[in-house]
DNA sequence: CAGTATTGTGAACAATCGCTCAGCTCTCTG
DNA sequence: CAGAGAGCTGAGCGATTGTTCACAATACTG
């Protein structure tokens, strides 16, 4: 990257620890604030307040309130990205396995931000830098699992990519629905009916049906 | 209910037509504005030039911003909840029909307002009568996909009650995305895809497996 | 057309926002 | 312990917000 936005850099760098300290407590801070009372509501003041910390040195650190975000998403993003990928069987009959692994992973991911990425998402107006982050991260992840669905032998679907495309959002989306609200169904339950959906779809081509009565176009 | 709640009660009931527009129009301002800046960035003041009103005229007939969201949400939801559903044939075979007009409808659903619903719903203080509604239409939505399961005779799945939630979940979140944003996979293909996942995740569990070797329990 | 109720106007207010800066406290160095 | 620089403070600035209110414009009534 040849020049990252002057608008998300720092007054100063931060050379003692105290201040190291300071800088990290600003951010948690920020992560409860925002997740609590969304962007727009969640003001500085409030963050500095939260961190036990002036709102002059919130500004050291931070020279506007959107590099706050930015620097969230960013650590948020970084820390994804699926480390596990390798370590799956990919054996015939593993799929089902292979899929809960999919949302269970999808499921710590979502465990320390409960709202955040998806509320900052939508609300604020984000750097293209960090704007790009996402996107790549989105594309890592569906690569990734395509890549895994290419690799399964029980995998049968017209076409791997819109269907990692398909699953990665389902998945994700699902996962967060489960995380953020308490349901009346069971989260076990809803968990099984989730993974069977996914692997029944993957899976489901197998024995292709030779020929198709009614195409659905219309 | 006993008593609405006092603050989503405008000053004065319209008593003239030209009232009754200004009021449309003040309505129709606030959703295409909130829609394009989100709630917190769509002012009232924004609202009301869009409207091509004076800022007090505004408040003549809303007491407050959030009764205006309030009027909206409320609105959506009473046009909703899926007229059609007796007329959709339930004869073997026609399970991926079935769920195919499940997504249009839902595509319907959301083609007027792109972001509205979700943004407001994560992003604004929304009194419990609008969210008492909003959960409500919710149930009633699941309630009817769920006894639209039970009549087809193709659905084989655990419990109905999970399963209507899950799909009607998951299509309403796809068809977001969907229309949302411009994909780089065609809009015809992604549909398809989504009809399958749903249709195969129905009817995968026909033939009953007889034994589950390891129960995914964990 | 005069009189009255209804509707519409927009400058201005109080509250709150993101953010600054002059000056304080703390830590390091010798 | 004294000087210097790093770290921290918080009252307050300008901008913006949701909202009000005194008044003008318009529509109904007799």
């Keep these: 990257m040849p020049s990252a936005d002057r608008r998300l850099q ?12 300071t800088r990290e407590r600003i951010l948690t801070a920020a992560a409860h604030v925002f997740a609590e009372y969304g962007y727009a509501a969640g003001t ?21 309130k959107d590099a706050l975000l930015a ?25 089902e396995k292979t899929v809960r692994a999919l949302v269970r992973d999808a499921v710590d991911h979502h465990r320390d931000d409960p709202h955040l990425l998806r509320i900052m998402i939508e609300e604020a107006t984000i750097s293209q830098e960090v704007l790009d982050a996402i996107d790549r991260h989105g594309r890592v992840r569906v ?16 076409d791997l990519g819109t269907a990692a495309e ?17 349901q009346t169904i069971p989260v076990e339950t809803f968990e099984n009916e989730l993974v069977d959906m996914v692997t029944r779809y993957l899976s489901g081509g197998g024995p ?6 009614s195409p659905p176009g219309g």
């Design 44 to 64: 500085t003041n409030r963050v500095a307040e939260r961190a036990r910390v002036s709102i002059g040195s919130l500004y050291q650190y931070f020279p506007n």
């Design 208 to 213: 292709q049906q030779p020929a198709d009565p």
């Design 143 to 158: 690569a990734q699992v395509r890549d895994l669905l290419a690799r399964h032998p029980d995998v049968h679907v017209r």
């Design 10 to 21: 720092p007054r100063r760098k931060p050379r003692q620890v105290r201040a190291e300290l």
């Design 71 to 95: 620097e969230l998403l960013l650590r948020h993003i970084d820390r994804g990205t699926w480390p596990q990928a390798d370590r799956l069987e990919l054996t015939p009959g593993s799929l």
């Design 166 to 182: 398909l699953i990665v959002f389902t998945v994700e989306m699902n996962t967060h629905k489960l995380m953020a609200a308490p």
